[in-house]
């Protein structure tokens, strides 16, 4: 958890669709420090250059929903000189026109450039301060094929493989990104979606956001006690004054679009449709849908006794059946073991080491997509403890102040002898 509170900071404009995460998370990952400001003027100078597209009837419906007045009328009239065949659109345009979009709503402005890397920010896939890729971030990249290519700076003219539209999520980056809402929103998003579930079929944002200043407070009531640090304390004061500006915006106008109401429900509802746990009967319009999806996912979430332990205990076993994935429970030490392994050899720095749990998400996710077999991280830590019992030169890890496994580090020379050997399934 972040400072002991797993809330969102600063949710100003943030990134609507979850793609667009794509040529954030990978332009992080090509200097070991960013700049902030940075990072989101090449994410806005990626989506917003002109490419030059045959115009489907896709295209035209978008622009048609989602322009009007004279940008609408300009289309027109480039579209009528090229008789009706090609004109140039922007990169996020053409992505956004997909119709097996679930939600076509989210296109980046340039003025709010600077906002936009907070999402990767607050999920963890980027590192704060340094701007550059986390654990998270490299196991994000891990899940990405070639459709990174579609952002490609040099490209004219594009065209996407079938399924291949960066902003259609595949199942494995909607275990991670999902994973990571809930781990650095949890104590926002449990909240909230007990009242959606208990309050509302389908809703507009306005009508969910009231209840976001009774969260806030509950949050600080809860962990006033446990305040030791100042970016904690300052953060506690910031829910306060927040809830207040939201209560401010709920009595005067409910439905602004650019104010603390809308910036902070919006990164709590409008990326769960990429994730498919609430739909849309319009993708153009901000309105939505609570479906069986989302009633299964969060009522396991919500009875567990925090956040935390959801993930720990049941993140997988419940992702397997809201998305349909027919993977069977595995608790066999050494496949465990293996698909762990695998991640680690994935994420681990220069030094050997790598985060546990990061490790055991990315292996888990691997695991239950490509295997069809599932286990929950607390199913690996206890392996890893088993195994270093027995072998103690093969792994090694170290704990937190508080008792918790850490880092990692695995002999290789070690590991390919224990896979080889007879007793590798103790």
């Not at 902070?264 to 739909?279: A, H, K, Q, Y």
């Not at 069809?372 to 103690?392: A, G, L, M, Q, S």
Request: glycine content about 4%; hydrophobic content about 35%; charged content about 25%.
């Amino acid at each position: 958890m972040n400072g002991g509170i797993s809330v969102f900071i600063n949710p100003k404009q943030c990134i609507q669709r979850l793609g667009f995460l794509k040529p954030l998370v990978f332009k992080a990952n090509q200097s070991a420090s960013n700049k902030l400001a940075y990072l989101g003027k090449e994410l806005i100078s990626i989506l917003t250059k002109k490419i030059r597209v045959y115009i489907t009837p896709e295209i035209k419906d978008y622009i048609t929903n989602t322009y009007k007045g004279s940008k609408n009328k300009n289309f027109q009239n480039e579209l009528s000189k090229n008789h009706n065949q090609e004109a140039y659109i922007e990169v996020q345009e053409y992505l956004l026109s997909d119709e097996k979009i679930p939600s076509r709503c989210g296109k980046l402005v340039e003025d709010d450039g600077d906002k936009y890397p907070y999402l990767a920010v607050n999920l963890r896939l980027i590192k704060d301060g340094t701007y550059s890729v986390t654990e998270r971030g490299k196991s994000f990249l891990s899940l990405m094929s070639d459709e990174i290519n579609i952002f490609n700076p040099k490209l004219d003219k594009i065209q996407t493989k079938e399924g291949q539209n960066p902003l259609i999520l595949t199942v494995k980056q909607k275990l991670l990104l999902l994973y990571s809402f809930i781990d650095a929103d949890g104590d926002v998003l449990k909240p909230l979606y007990k009242e959606i579930l208990e309050n509302h079929s389908n809703f507009k944002l306005w009508e969910v956001s009231k209840y976001l200043p009774n969260i806030y407070r509950n949050i600080v009531s809860s962990h006033k006690t446990n305040c030791l640090n100042g970016s904690t304390k300052t953060r506690i004061k910031r829910l306060l004054k927040t809830s207040e500006t939201i209560e401010k915006h709920l009595s005067k106008n409910p439905r602004g679009s650019k104010n603390a109401l809308t910036h902070n429900i919006t990164p709590r509802i409008e990326p769960f449709v990429d994730l498919g746990l609430l739909s849309k009967q319009n993708p153009f319009v901000y309105k939505y849908n609570v479906n069986d999806k989302t009633k299964n996912f969060f009522k396991q979430l919500i009875n567990e006794n925090s956040h935390e332990a959801f993930l720990r205990k049941s993140f997988f076993k419940t992702a397997n059946h809201f998305l349909s994935i027919g993977a069977d429970h595995s608790n066999e030490n050494k496949f465990i073991f293996q698909e762990f392994y695998k991640a680690y050899t994935t994420l681990r720095s220069s030094y050997g080491y790598a985060s546990i749990i990061e490790s055991s998400l990315l292996a888990g996710i691997n695991s239950i997509v490509d295997k069809k077999k599932y286990f929950e991280i607390c199913e690996v830590e206890e392996v890893i403890k088993t195994i270093h019992k027995k072998n103690p030169l093969l792994i090694r890890f170290n704990v937190t102040r508080s008792g918790e496994m850490n880092l990692v580090k695995i002999n290789d020379i070690l590991m390919r002898k224990y896979l080889e050997s007879n007793n590798g399934n103790s």
